[in-house]
């Protein structure tokens, strides 16, 4: 049976500025994600994480090698088009939350639906549900600059995760969230993969990076090493992800 590839960067360079101050941030970096996988990056700072999640999301252009989604090479869209591609295909967590200070929590996570023309009423009806899968129904009214950090890191989550994605791109999701929340996001992250999802997860937690079936790590924008967890000592798995 074929799998289905959510995910595919092929030989990937990312060369930024050029001469003697060229950075190579990514160096052939080839990594593949299955539909319904959940795959780890870890890395220490300046690895390339970050921009191999830029690249994944067509939030950035690779300088050589393919960047596949779904089997649509993303250097071969324009921006209209790549913009079209993200809003079907990818939820992207980021770092620093990219709420819209003047919408509640609802119309954040309802804003990709009612681009891709879902009207707005159920729109609204399916963020309720994503808030309510992170536990954040109540404050569905109230907004980003009304709730704590680790609320809206996970209004950004809901956000990422409605609709019908085929691939989420985790750039260090629970780094503002406690350790109970914190492990809510990967059940949430697993059952999405369960459905059918891809997720590449960036984090700086091993217990987190536990619940992935594969961790790819990080050196210099090349990988170092693939390690399926699902295969290795089940020992490295939280309980409540075995």
């Excluded at 595919?8 to 003697?20: K, Q």
């Excluded at 970050?50 to 067509?58: F, V």
């Excluded at 697993?190 to 960036?202: D, F, I, K, S, T």
């Excluded at 987190?208 to 090349?222: I, K, M, Q, S, T």
């Amino acid at each position: 049976m074929t799998t289905t590839r959510a995910l595919s960067l092929l030989g990937v360079d990312r060369i930024h500025g050029a001469g003697n101050s060229a950075v190579h941030a990514l160096r052939g970096l080839t990594i593949e994600v299955a539909a319904g996988e959940l795959v780890a990056v870890m890395g220490p700072s300046g690895s390339g994480k970050s921009t191999l999640l830029n690249l994944a999301g067509g939030l950035d252009r690779a300088t050589a090698g393919q960047v596949l989604v779904d089997g649509v090479e993303l250097g071969e869209l324009d921006a209209k088009a790549l913009a079209r591609l993200r809003r079907h295909k990818v939820g992207y967590v980021f770092q620093d939350f990219n709420l819209i200070p003047s919408l509640t929590a609802a119309e954040n996570v309802a804003l990709p639906l009612e681009l891709d023309g879902v009207r707005s009423r159920p729109a609204r009806q399916r963020a309720l549900l994503a808030l309510d899968e992170v536990g954040l129904e109540d404050l569905a009214d109230r907004l980003p600059q009304d709730m704590s950090g680790g609320q809206q890191q996970r209004v950004a989550i809901a956000r990422a995760v409605v609709g019908e994605r085929s691939l989420i791109l985790a750039d260090e999701p629970t780094g503002a969230l406690d350790s109970e929340t914190g492990e809510q996001v990967m059940r949430l992250l697993r059952a999405r993969c369960a459905q059918g999802v891809a997720a590449l997860l960036v984090t700086h937690d091993a217990g987190h990076a536990a619940w992935a079936d594969r961790v790819v790590f990080l050196r210099d924008g090349a990988a170092l090493d693939d390690t399926g967890s699902a295969s290795g000592p089940e020992s490295l798995l939280p309980e409540t992800a075995r």
